[in-house]
């Protein structure tokens, strides 16, 4: 598969959230307490990513 979410616990036992594409890690979310909280995290760019504005403050 080309691309992918991963769950993953960090060094402070918090768990994140990374989308890889090709392997690559494009993003991760900030650490949620539960992982519960991470894939609500996930849900929710699924839900609403797609829809989301491109802000250009470049």
């Not at 392997?23 to 929710?44: C, H, L, R, V, W």
């Amino acid at each position: 598969m080309a691309h992918k979410f991963e769950i993953y616990k960090d060094k402070a036992g918090e768990f994140r959230v990374r989308f890889k594409y090709n392997s690559e890690i494009m993003f991760s979310t900030e650490g949620y307490s539960s992982k519960a909280s991470a894939q609500n995290a996930i849900d929710s760019i699924k839900s609403n990513g797609p829809d989301a504005p491109v802000e250009d403050n470049s």
